[in-house]
């Protein structure tokens, strides 16, 4: 592991921020943080990015403890705060051959790199434009470059898309794919939850400092599910619940009764024109069930069965309660 957390808190006055969380990330991982305003997101990545010190615990980035050895740590690693600092009379450029400097890149090497971020964000074009003047998705493009400008091996974004618009989120995506194929580290903050389940290979879910799940988005999904069968006191035998959708040219009530019989269904819903249910079935029994519909002589529409959203994780994990 790249990164690790280990009973990690921060306390201001009587405010507990972040109290012992723990998890880790790997090379090539995209780790989703997820949790309400005040939940202790910032906090915790201000600590991994040295901005913060610990009350307790601590954090190491590639082996190094954030509290002892912050140089280390910072050469490892690069930070997209969710504010975008400029500077009045610069051009981009300009603005990362500061940064360049700024981590001590000197002649050749210091040249080589801003040209190779200009390329990586596509920037070229715009070189020599103030970087007051860029609209929100050309500055997010030079907070990256910022960001990668010493070559981190681990990236720590804070609300990356907050404010962009639909092709400029797309467009970041690519990005972060990109970045995660190429074996770096990547954790992510954001409130658009849709932007993070299309990337993200795990998440943690926090909530007044503490985790409250941590897992890939299958194991995230069984928690969710785990968590509604308990309230209802039904056992689910540890199957990540999906849901299931069918929609059929006619006879929708008699197929709705004819799925309260099948096994591994439940909560069946109508949905616009559609009937929803809870799926906890594998992939064999799946195409069992579509095949005995269609026998039944349902003239089948639509057929299909996902996992849950992450807002429908997210609210289930969550209690929406304030610090």
Known sequence: MIVEVKNLSKRFGDLHAVQSINFHMNAGEVFGFIGPNGAGK???MRILATLEMPTRGDAFIDGHSVSHFPEKVRSRLGLMPDYHGVYNNMDIADYLDFFARAYRLRGRKRRE???????????????????????????QRLSVGRMLINDPDVLIM?????????????????????????????MISSHILSDLSDVCTRVAIIERGEIVATGTMEEVHTMAHDRRSEAKGVQNGNRAARILEVEVLKDGEKLETFLTLQPDVSEIRHVDHRLEALYTGDDKALTALLQRIVQDGFAVKHFSCRFESLEDIFMTLT?????
């Not at 907050?162 to 995660?180: C, M, N, S, T, Y």
């Not at 209690?319 to 610090?323: N, V």
């Open 158 to 186: 804070d609300e990356p898309t907050a404010g962009l618009d639909p092709r400029a989120r797309i467009e970041f995506r690519e990005l972060i794919k990109v970045l995660a194929a190429e074996g770096k580290a990547i």
């Open 42 to 44: 910032t906090t915790t």
């Open 319 to 323: 209690e929406g309660k304030l610090q």
């Open 113 to 139: 790199r801003v040209d190779s971020v200009v390329d990586f964000v596509e920037l070229g074009p715009l070189l020599h434009k103030p970087v007051t003047t860029l609209s929100k998705g050309m500055r």
